[in-house]
C-alpha cells in the first residue's frame, strides 16, 4: 500500500524503458516488508543536474543511474566512493547530509556473482576481452581485488594500453597487459579465468563471439561473460565444448541491484532472498 509514508527510490537514464532494476527492487520492498517504491525517471539530455537536485529535494531516498550519466552524475554528488572516483562511474546514489554520495555496485555487483558462483580473483591469471567502458571497471576491480595478472585483448591496441597504463599506476604495479585481440595465441600456457566484457555477442547477434578458435577455449577453465541476453551466449557455449564452466552477467545484474537495496535501506539480503529474485528475474526474460 502507497500511504503517508512510502519512500522512493528510483533509475535515471535514458532510456530507461527496457530496465529490469523495478523488478529487482519492488520485489526486495514486498519481500522484506518496506514501505518503497521503485520507478523509472527518463532524464533529458542537459537535464541531469536539474533531475538530481530535484530528487534530492523531494526526499528521494536513492537512485540508481544508468547510460549515459553515469560519469556526467559524479559532478552532482557531494561525495564519491573509492572505487567508484577511480573508475569514474556511479550507478547508485545514496542520500546522505546535504546531497548523494555516489557508489559503482556494477563492480562489487560483479563480484559478488563471482562470489556465489565460486570464482576468485586474488591471486588468479585472468583474461579480460575488452576495453570499453565495461572492462574498463572490470580492469579496476581485478586491481583492487589483487588478482596476480590480467591480459587485456582489445580489437583496438592503443584502447587496450590507455586502459592497461591507467590501472598499472592506480595500483603500482604492472598487472595488467594490454594485447591485441588477433594476438590470443601469444598468451601463455596455463589455465585462466576469462571475463568477456566487449559488446559482441549481445542480443540480437547472438551467434557472434570475438575468437571462434577451440584451441582459445581450452585455455579457459571458468567463463563470465557479462551479457545475459541471450541466456546463453555464444562465447559461454564454447567454453563449454572445451571443458569449461560458463555464466552469464545476469547475477552481476542482480547483486548491484541488491547492494544498491542494502545501501539505501541499511540491510542485508540473505542468499536465500537472492535466489528467489534470481528465478523471478529468469522468468521476466521468459527463461524456465
Ligand atoms: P561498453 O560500455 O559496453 O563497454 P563500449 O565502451 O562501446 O561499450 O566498448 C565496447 C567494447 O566491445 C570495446 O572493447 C570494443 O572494441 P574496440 O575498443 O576495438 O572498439 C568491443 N567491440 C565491439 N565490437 C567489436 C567487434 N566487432 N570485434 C571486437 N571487439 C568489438
Same mark, same amino acid.
Given at each position: 500500500m502507497i500511504d503517508g509514508r512510502t519512500r522512493l527510490c528510483g533509475l535515471i537514464g535514458?532510456?530507461?524503458?527496457?530496465?529490469?532494476s523495478p523488478v529487482i527492487h519492488n520485489t526486495l520492498a514486498a519481500r522484506c516488508g518496506h514501505n518503497l517504491v521503485y520507478v523509472p525517471f527518463p532524464v533529458e539530455s542537459g537535464k541531469l543536474e536539474e533531475a538530481v537536485k530535484g530528487a534530492y529535494a523531494l526526499n528521494v531516498l536513492g537512485m540508481n543511474v544508468t547510460v549515459p550519466y553515469k560519469s556526467e552524475v559524479? +559532478?552532482?554528488?557531494v561525495e564519491t566512493d573509492e572505487l567508484a572516483a577511480q573508475i569514474g562511474a556511479v550507478n547508485t546514489l545514496v542520500r546522505t547530509q546535504g546531497g548523494y554520495k555516489g557508489y559503482n555496485t556494477d563492480m562489487s555487483g560483479l563480484h559478488r556473482a563471482m562470489k556465489s558462483e565460486g570464482i576468485?580473483?586474488?591471486g588468479e591469471e585472468i583474461i579480460l576481452l575488452g576495453a570499453g567502458g565495461a572492462a574498463r571497471a572490470v580492469a579496476y576491480l581485478c586491481g583492487a581485488q589483487k588478482a596476480e595478472r590480467v591480459y587485456l585483448l582489445n580489437r583496438t591496441a592503443d584502447k587496450a594500453e590507455r586502459v592497461a597504463a591507467e590501472v598499472n599506476r592506480a595500483y603500482g604495479r604492472e598487472m595488467v597487459v594490454p594485447m591485441l585481440?588477433?594476438?590470443?595465441?601469444?598468451l601463455p600456457d596455463g589455465k585462466f579465468l576469462a571475463i568477456?566484457?566487449?559488446?559482441?555477442?549481445?542480443s540480437p547477434h +547472438?551467434?557472434?563471439?570475438v575468437i571462434e578458435d577451440s584451441a582459445f577455449y581450452r585455455k579457459i577453465h571458468t567463463g563470465f561473460d557479462?551479457?545475459?541476453?541471450?541466456?546463453?551466449?555464444r562465447f559461454m557455449r564454447l567454453v563449454r565444448e572445451a571443458g569449461g564452466e560458463a555464466c552469464n552477467g545476469l547475477k552481476m545484474l542482480l547483486y548491484q541491484g541488491i547492494i544498491a537495496y542494502e545501501l539505501w535501506n541499511q540491510v542485508e539480503i540473505a542468499e536465500e532472498e537472492a535466489g528467489f529474485l534470481y528465478e523471478k528475474m529468469k522468468r521476466e526474460m521468459g527463461i524456465s
Open positions: 535514458n532510456p530507461v524503458e527496457h530496465t529490469m559524479i +559532478d552532482c554528488l576468485r580473483i586474488e585481440l588477433s594476438d590470443y595465441r601469444k568477456q566484457g566487449t559488446s559482441v555477442g549481445l +547472438d551467434e557472434d563471439v557479462l551479457i545475459y541476453k541471450p541466456f546463453t551466449t
